[in-house]
């Protein structure tokens, strides 16, 4: 069975800005991207730009993020820039209000949970660093919306080049000393060691940063491991420039490819146009816990990443009644979400079962109703339109203020979305 994987070659570290060059070098069409990225609503003007620079003989190409009246903005915070983090007096933003903006956002519900979870693991390990709890977490440099453009763009990047799996080098150790909001710091950044935990790690005389906590969160929530990737066929190279200059070509290089993934059973015959994920489903049976627990322990897999989370009744042993309890995950999550298992449930274990998951590609649109603007999630199967899904929040906002009946709203977003999107009695999709 092929595989779509992309390695990671940081043979001169990553940052937010070098992973995006790389991806549009290799193929990402940088107008899309930033179509894309305009379905994130934030509260200042902002614009990308993408050229070309030689770095030490090698043609890359540079990003550059522009912001205007962002309260949150604290300069660039690329790789190779001055080591000037922040200042105190700026405010960032948190983790929360970063979650929140996403969630309200018209991004492909796929590319939002992505996004959510790579910031989600940047905060886990902000929170173990300060002794915070997550919710706790402000950040600082990471708080500017170049920042939220760096993780969001790769996320988009990677799924307009059809990447399954991804692949990392070992990465440079470099040294030195940065200032930031907290004051200054040994490099790496302690986020950074701290999300690169389990990385190989390779000295080198450079002094200057050449992993950033964006570039590392990038690695540590997408990559399989740091060594050599598959046998794999090349299809495309990305080159993604850093500022500075080093007695080496300050580049990151992104290679695209397929794999056939030995020993693997086919798969079955569909149509290439759905999406298709390899994932990790968790479950343990309890039958000796209290109800009220089964909250806390899906709302922090769902904030650690999950992508769901879901409670059967069982019949178990000596007739008890039981609870199976299920997550769905990226394989890169399974070892933090079963530590959630053994710390917020009663089981003393839990099965691990990897699984295909195949999805319709889709899109969160707006439909206009008599009462408000509704978001409704449309799924397209070969370009066609064959689902449509009122939001249910915001047929519930309606009905509080409308004092209407939750379904009578969600009937007309519904009627609303098929008049405009659904297929009509021609075969023409609207």
Same mark, same amino acid.
């Given at each position: 069975?092929?595989?779509?994987?992309?390695?990671?070659?940081?043979?001169?570290?990553?940052?937010?800005?070098?992973?995006?060059?790389?991806?549009?070098?290799?193929?990402?069409?940088?107008?899309?991207?930033?179509?894309?990225?305009?379905?994130?609503?934030?509260?200042?003007?902002?614009?990308?730009?993408?050229?070309?620079?030689?770095?030490?003989?090698?043609?890359?190409?540079?990003?550059?993020?522009?912001?205007?009246?962002?309260?949150? *903005?604290?300069?660039?915070?690329?790789?190779?820039?001055?080591?000037?983090?922040?200042?105190?007096?700026?405010?960032?933003?948190?983790?929360?209000?970063?979650?929140? %903006?996403?969630?309200?956002?018209?991004?492909?519900?796929?590319? @939002?949970?992505?996004?959510? @979870?790579?910031?989600?693991?940047? @905060?886990?390990?902000?929170?173990?660093?300060?002794?915070?709890?997550?919710?706790?977490?402000? =950040?600082?440099?990471?708080?500017?919306?170049?920042?939220?453009?760096?993780?969001?763009?790769?996320?988009?990047?990677?799924?307009?080049?059809?990447?399954?799996?991804?692949?990392?080098?070992?990465?440079?150790?470099? *040294?030195?000393?940065?200032?930031?909001?907290?004051?200054?710091? /040994?490099?790496?950044?302690?986020?950074?060691?701290?999300?690169?935990?389990?990385?190989?790690?390779?000295?080198?005389?450079?002094?200057?940063?050449?992993?950033? /906590?964006?570039?590392?969160?990038?690695?540590? *929530?997408?990559?399989?491991?740091?060594? &050599?990737?598959?046998?794999?066929?090349?299809?495309?190279?990305?080159?993604?420039?850093?500022?500075?200059?080093?007695?080496?070509?300050?580049?990151?290089?992104?290679?695209?490819?397929? %794999?056939?993934?030995?020993? &693997?059973?086919?798969?079955?015959?569909?149509?290439?146009?759905?999406?298709?994920?390899?994932?990790?489903?968790?479950?343990?049976?309890?039958?000796?816990?209290? /109800?009220?627990?089964?909250?806390?322990?899906?709302?922090?897999?769902?904030?650690?990443?999950?992508?769901?989370?879901?409670?059967?009744?069982?019949?178990?042993?000596?007739?008890?009644?039981?609870?199976?309890?299920?997550?769905?995950?990226?394989?890169?999550?399974?070892?933090?979400?079963?530590?959630?298992? =053994?710390?917020?449930?009663?089981?003393?274990?839990?099965?691990?079962?990897?699984?295909?998951?195949?999805?319709? /590609?889709?899109?969160?649109?707006?439909?206009?109703?008599?009462?408000?603007?509704?978001?409704?999630?449309?799924?397209?199967?070969?370009?066609?339109?064959?689902?449509?899904?009122?939001?249910?929040?915001?047929?519930?906002?309606?009905?509080?203020?409308?004092?209407?009946?939750?379904?009578?709203?969600?009937?007309?977003?519904?009627? &609303? &979305?098929?008049?405009?999107?659904?297929?009509?009695?021609?075969?023409?999709?609207?």
């Amino acid at each position: 069975m092929m595989a779509r994987i992309a390695y990671f070659d940081c043979f001169s570290g990553i940052s937010g800005d070098m992973a995006l060059g790389a991806l549009i070098h290799a193929g990402v069409d940088v107008n899309d991207l930033k179509s894309e990225l305009h379905k994130v609503h934030f509260h200042a003007d902002w614009d990308l730009s993408a050229h070309t620079v030689v770095k030490r003989g090698i043609s890359a190409t540079s990003v550059e993020i522009t912001v205007r009246g962002d309260r949150a *903005h604290h300069g660039p915070h690329h790789q190779g820039h001055p080591p000037i983090h922040g200042s105190h007096d700026l405010p960032g933003r948190s983790f929360a209000e970063i979650r929140q %903006t996403l969630r309200l956002s018209q991004l492909d519900e796929p590319v @939002a949970s992505e996004s959510i @979870a790579v910031f989600a693991r940047i @905060a886990a390990a902000e929170a173990r660093i300060h002794g915070a709890t997550v919710e706790d977490v402000h =950040f600082h440099e990471l708080g500017g919306i170049d920042s939220i453009i760096d993780i969001v763009g790769a996320v988009i990047g990677l799924r307009m080049l059809s990447i399954e799996k991804c692949y990392c080098s070992p990465l440079p150790l470099s *040294h030195g000393t940065i200032t930031c909001a907290h004051g200054t710091y /040994p490099i790496p950044a302690p986020a950074v060691t701290e999300l690169l935990k389990g990385a190989t790690f390779i000295p080198t005389e450079i002094e200057g940063e050449l992993i950033t /906590p964006t570039g590392a969160g990038l690695l540590a *929530h997408f990559t399989e491991g740091f060594a &050599a990737p598959p046998a794999f066929s090349v299809e495309s190279v990305g080159w993604g420039a850093g500022e500075w200059e080093y007695d080496r070509p300050n580049v990151l290089r992104l290679v695209v490819g397929n %794999t056939a993934q030995a020993g &693997a059973s086919p798969g079955p015959d569909i149509s290439s146009g759905l999406l298709r994920e390899r994932l990790h489903v968790l479950e343990a049976n309890i039958d000796d816990m209290s /109800p009220q627990h089964y909250e806390m322990f899906m709302e922090r897999a769902f904030e650690r990443g999950a992508l769901d989370v879901c409670l059967t009744p069982v019949q178990m042993k000596k007739t008890r009644p039981g609870v199976l309890l299920s997550v769905l995950c990226k394989p890169e999550l399974t070892n933090d979400l079963l530590r959630i298992f =053994f710390r917020e449930t009663t089981t003393l274990g839990a099965r691990v079962q990897e699984i295909d998951r195949f999805s319709l /590609p889709r899109e969160l649109l707006t439909v206009h109703t008599p009462h408000g603007e509704v978001r409704v999630k449309i799924g397209k199967l070969d370009e066609e339109v064959v689902h449509a899904l009122p939001e249910y929040d915001d047929c519930r906002r309606i009905a509080e203020q409308e004092g209407l009946p939750v379904q009578e709203v969600h009937n007309e977003a519904l009627h &609303a &979305a098929r008049r405009e999107f659904l297929v009509d009695n021609a075969g023409t999709t609207r």
